[in-house]
């Protein structure tokens, strides 16, 4: 399948949207999580081949994640961005156990990551 390459992050103000993007798909699941220094990796949102998704809870409708098969490619939208979604967001795939779909730990392979800094 090849490495997981994530792209679309950048500075944007409160309010302000983004959407990230992530090479190649092809598993089952894939998600996006995110991360900020001294915290733990947590997850935003995740869908499954069959279109079924799942987010956390603080994401309240402002994001959406989604699949272009024909793109080959991953997307996160994300609207109404808040200073508190500031984070490195990494995309996820192939999901070891379904019991805990937001959960770091089960996920077998991550990107690099692409900063979003939202600023008030």
């Known amino acids: 399948q090849g490495p997981l390459v994530e792209s679309g992050g950048g500075s944007v103000q409160a309010g302000g949207s983004l959407r990230l993007s992530c090479v190649p798909t092809?598993?089952?699941?894939m998600a996006w999580f995110r991360q900020v220094p001294g915290k733990d990796r947590e997850g935003v949102a995740a869908?499954?081949?069959?279109?079924?998704?799942t987010y956390a809870d603080f994401v309240e409708g402002r994001f959406t994640i989604s699949k272009d098969r024909v793109k080959n490619t991953l997307y996160l939208e994300m609207n109404d961005l808040k200073p508190e979604d500031t984070a490195m967001y990494y995309c996820?795939?192939?999901?070891?156990?379904?019991?805990?779909?937001?959960?770091?730990?089960?996920?077998?392979?991550w990107g690099q990551g692409t900063q979003v800094t939202v600023s008030s």
């Open positions: 996820a795939a192939d999901l070891r156990s379904t019991s805990r779909v937001l959960a770091s730990a089960p996920w077998n392979y």
């Open positions: 092809g598993w089952i699941w």
């Open positions: 869908l499954r081949s069959d279109g079924k998704t």
